[in-house]
T-cell receptor, first 114, second 117 residues
Framework: QQQVKQSPQSLIVQKGGIPIINCAYE??????FPWYQQFPGKGPALLIA?????SEKKEGRFTISFNKSAKQFSLHIMDSQPGDSATYFC?????????????FGQGTILTVHP | KAGVTQTPRYLIKTRGQQVTLSCSPI?????VSWYQQTPGQGLQFLFE???????NKGNFPGRFSGRQFSNSRSEMNVSTLELGDSALYLC????????????????FGAGSRLTVL
């Protein structure tokens, strides 16, 4: 019940394409859903985050779509660039006493070809 | 504003040894969480500290321990190292560890890469 399932494991798109990464969860106590981007040799960096009372959030070229009833959320990257090539992780955090405990998906390796 | 600083960045140990990793959080952040990242298991939560108290703990053996000092800096220790402990150890800080937009998001450091031979 604590898992967050992420797909696909890897994704290759051409520059300007719109990669979509999907995540699903079971634990209805999750109430905060961030996406992190990680480059080789670096720690994960927060991209965008959403709460379940919002169905969509946009920040620049990144959009989160959230479907509370289906317990699914996804990341869309508009006009993708080679510099977006990285590993992307969805995550979830439960309210209450789950201090600092993000549950991560397995990650998606995104490659954007020029 | 300085980010989360982790030291050392790289270290090599042998089986049976112990290791101590350090994390300096963003100024003003009082919550520090630790994660282990491996290719097979991904990112897994180790524990969280706030005001020198461990508030949350993941499913790791007792060989993994941590502490937090009054200035919010944190250390984690792994005793009796095993080959499987080879990983990137990440520290994240936030205001209170409860996750939220703005300043309370969890911000990660670059990690300490531990290799156990």
């Amino acid at each position: 019940q604590q898992q967050v399932k992420q797909s696909p494991q890897s994704l290759i798109v051409q520059k300007g394409g719109i990669p979509i990464i999907n995540c699903a969860y079971e634990n209805t106590a999750f109430d905060y859903f961030p996406w992190y981007q990680q480059f080789p040799g670096k720690g994960p960096a927060l991209l965008i985050a959403i709460r379940p009372d919002v169905s969509e959030k946009k920040e620049g070229r990144f959009t989160i779509s959230f479907n509370k009833s289906a317990k699914q959320f996804s990341l869309h990257i508009m006009d993708s660039q080679p510099g977006d090539s990285a590993t992307y992780f969805c995550a979830a955090l439960a309210g209450g006493t789950s201090y600092g405990k993000l549950t991560f998906g397995q990650g998606t390796i995104l490659t954007v070809h020029p | 504003k300085a980010g989360v600083t982790q030291t050392p960045r790289y270290l090599i140990k042998t089986r049976g040894q112990q290791v101590t990793l350090s994390c300096s959080p963003i100024s003003g952040h009082r919550s520090v969480s630790w994660y282990q990242q491996t290719p097979g298991q991904g990112l897994q939560f180790l524990f969280e500290y706030f005001s020198e108290t461990q508030r949350n703990k993941g499913n790791f053996p007792g060989r993994f321990s941590g502490r937090q000092f009054s200035n919010s800096r944190s250390e984690m220790n792994v005793s009796t190292l095993e080959l499987g402990d080879s990983a990137l150890y990440l520290c994240a800080s936030s205001l209170n560890g409860q996750g939220a937009p703005g300043a309370n998001v969890l911000t990660f450091g670059a990690g300490s890469r531990l290799t156990v031979l």
